[in-house]
């Protein structure tokens, strides 16, 4: 069968989902070993049976849920092709805005960057990559989580980033740190979000907190202060009507310069605040 045809086949069955060309083209490219590119301008050419039964046999698993990124085992994040696995977070375009933020708030001058629940590493991996001068720590308390992180630092030659077991602060050693920043689990158990896509595939530690979502923002607020250099900053990625309440507990507990900041849907996702 020619590429073109599979391609045919396949977004006719995927039509239901969200991405049918994407996830199709990303099958392909992962099977053949060829760029998008590649792919568009000899797309008469001939997959062979072996191909063909991988392709089918993804397609299948694809259909029934699975995730495109576990499928194939890696999913871009700031441009860094991650591998990603089922101990994590598969890494969301949204995130990307935690990065942007938090590149815009630390100091010119070489600093220290802790990220906690660093899933894939992907915020810890994007800060370090784009500022070699500093040094990231990135934390999770999952141990496949941890190596996961470590193997995507030492595949993408990023050696200013370290990674260690902790749960939130507990194993961090006293040191302070310029910025800290977050995505932990935000999502309330009973959200309905929860039983569509690839959520489904993700696991419930890296998605669902207490207290409607709340409990672990909660927590690295209530505790960041102790890490954080006079005047550093704390930037948390929240669910898109959480800004207010992360607010008012960033308030609470003393931080300034309190804001959040839209993802590229346009809802708040992103809430910041200094502590001196
Ligand atoms: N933004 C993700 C989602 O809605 C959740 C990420 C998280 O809980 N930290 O699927």
């Keep these: 069968m020619m590429i073109r045809h599979w391609l045919k086949h396949a977004v006719v069955a995927l039509c239901g989902g969200d991405s049918p060309k994407r996830d199709a083209e990303i099958l392909l490219g992962f099977v053949t070993g060829k760029s998008r590119s590649w792919l568009v301008a000899f797309d008469d050419h001939e997959l062979d049976a072996t191909q063909l039964a991988e392709l089918d046999a993804l397609l299948a698993r694809r259909l029934k849920g699975e995730p495109i990124a576990h499928l194939v085992g890696e999913r871009e994040f700031w441009s860094l092709p991650l591998r990603v696995n089922d101990a994590t977070l598969i890494p969301r ?8 933020q ?15 629940g660093t899933g894939t590493g ?24 941890v190596a996961l992180a470590e193997e995507n630092a030492q595949r993408l030659h ?31 158990a009973a959200d309905e979000h929860l039983q569509q896509g690839d959520v489904r595939f993700e696991p419930l530690s890296a998605l669902v907190a207490d207290e409607a979502g709340l409990a672990d923002l909660r927590l690295i607020i209530h505790r960041a202060p102790q890490w954080l250099q006079p005047g550093g900053w704390l930037l948390l990625e929240h669910g898109w009507q959480q800004d207010e309440a ?9 931080y300034q310069h309190v804001s959040s900041i839209n993802d590229y849907g346009g ?3 992103v809430t910041l605040g200094q502590f001196f």
Excluded: K
Excluded at 125 to 140: F, K, Y
Excluded at 165 to 178: C, E, G, T, V, Y
Excluded at 246 to 254: E, K, L, N, S
């Design 93 to 100: 375009p949204d995130t990307e805005v935690l990065v942007e």
């Design 158 to 188: 990023i050696s200013n980033a370290r990674f260690q077991l902790s749960h939130w602060f507990n194993d961090i050693p006293a040191q302070r740190f310029d910025v800290i920043v977050s995505n932990p689990p935000y999502i309330d």
């Design 267 to 269: 809802n708040p996702r």
């Design 102 to 116: 938090a590149l815009l708030r630390i100091p010119a001058t070489p600093s220290s960057l802790l990220d906690l």
């Design 122 to 145: 992907a915020i810890a991996l994007a800060l370090a990559s784009e500022r070699p001068d500093c040094q990231v720590l990135g934390c999770d308390r999952i141990p496949a989580a």
């Design 246 to 254: 992360v607010r008012a507990i960033m308030t609470q507990h003393g």
